[in-house]
């Protein structure tokens, strides 16, 4: 089975938002067959994008800082979860190419940045 590195897609948070970092962990519970879990990745995927939505309300200062907070939560609640399940359980996994997922994530990073 391959998967995307769950601490990559969590690094690639901090510049993506927590949406990129739950999407693709959702997709892993799934390929993991974990099917409950990837429901709950799929939560996170989804209050993320409200959030995100809401810190183009805010100003820059604050809107950092409910960002932020975002993704601390969304590690703590449930990002390092799946790290330390597949560390454990599967580390010889065959690993999912970035270019995609990346390419993806950078076009919405973009067009975020024109909207603004």
Request: contains cysteine; proline residues 3%; aromatic residues 18%.
């Amino acid at each position: 089975m391959a998967l995307w590195n769950p601490n990559a897609a969590g690094f690639w948070s901090l510049l993506f938002t927590p949406v990129f970092g739950a999407w693709l962990h959702a997709k892993n519970w799934a390929s993991l067959n974990e099917m409950e879990k990837s429901k709950k990745s799929f939560y996170w995927v989804y209050g993320s994008i409200g959030v995100v939505a809401l810190t183009f309300l805010l100003s820059v200062t604050l809107s950092n800082l409910v960002y932020g907070a975002l993704l601390v939560a969304w590690w703590l609640k449930e990002g390092n979860e799946q790290y330390r399940f597949v560390k454990e359980n599967c580390p010889e996994y065959g690993k999912k190419k970035w270019g995609t997922p990346l390419s993806i994530a950078g076009l919405a990073l973009f067009g975020a940045f024109i909207r603004r």
